[in-house]
Structures are given as C-alpha cells and as structure tokens.
C-alpha cells in the first residue's frame, strides 16, 4: 500500500467515529400525563404564522417566561409510568422545542444558536430524573422512536 493511502485511511476512520459520535446520544424516558396547554397558548401567542419567534416580547413578559419555566418543570421527574408511543415521541418533541426556545430565551440577544457554547450537547436540561442535552433528546430518545422525521419536527433556533 502507497504511503498516500494510510493516512486517508486513517482520516476516513477517525472521521466516521467523529461523525458516529454526533449522532448518538443517551436514551431518555419522559412521564405520561404531561400538560401541554400552557406551552401551547406561550406558542400561539410569540410565535407567528412564519414560525418567527417574538423573542424580545417574550424575554420581557416575567409571567410569561415563568409559564414556559414551569412547563418545563413537568419533565423533570424521573417517570414512575413512563409515556410510551405517540404521546412519548409528542412529549419528547416539545420538551426539546422549549428548552431551546428557553435556551435562546437565556441567551437573547444572540445572532446565532451557534455562536452559544454547547446549544446542543450541554446536558443543562432536566428530563426523568437527570440532566441531558438537545442531542440526547433527538438522538438517543427520538430517533429510535420515529426515525428521520425526527429532524423535521424539531426546533434549532435557525432560519
């Protein structure tokens, strides 16, 4: 073998094992029985029928940002009957949206998710019972659970 190949070879390997790393992340139970109504009127209210987020009007209503902190609070236990199916891809899927539109709230102004360290891999969000991160979330929890569609229903802050 020319001394070329090796270190493409070697490249290529250290590449894939990069790029399966990206895309795994720790399995994550979530509690049955969530109440989504709160989330739902934060969303018809800041959100417009672009899918732009009034950021500013939401980080400057106290109550408001409390309703969303409370929300989010639901998934904090660790589940003593766990959500299966639909409702657990349906409950995984909002609690990953709002902790990144909280996360972008924290942050705001920002120009970018990007340019905060972490929006993805920071295990800062608590879901049954432990701390995970927006990878974990996609990649170890919906993922398995509803496959490619998974990227499609998921908030990252961009445009």
């Known amino acids: 073998m020319s001394k070329f190949w090796i270190p493409l070879i070697i490249f290529g390997l250290v590449f894939l094992a990069i790029m399966a790393r990206a895309q795994t992340g720790e399995n994550v139970d979530v509690r049955s029985g969530i109440n989504h109504d709160d989330y739902d009127r934060l969303l018809k209210k800041y959100v417009n029928e672009k899918g732009l987020v009034n950021y500013g009007a939401w980080k400057q209503n106290a109550a408001d940002v409390s309703a969303l902190d409370d929300y989010l609070k639901q998934f904090a236990p660790k589940p003593d009957s766990p959500a299966q199916g639909n409702e657990q891809a349906a409950a995984l899927v909002n609690a990953y949206n709002a902790f990144m539109l909280r996360w ?24 049954g019972g432990r701390q995970v991160s927006l990878d974990d979330i996609e990649h170890g929890a ?17 445009r």
């Open 104 to 127: 972008i709230l924290s942050n705001y102004p920002t120009e970018s998710v990007w340019q905060l360290k972490d929006s993805f891999s920071g295990k800062r969000n608590e879901i």
């Open 142 to 158: 919906l993922r398995p659970l509803i496959g490619y569609r998974a990227h499609a229903v998921l908030v990252c802050a961009a």
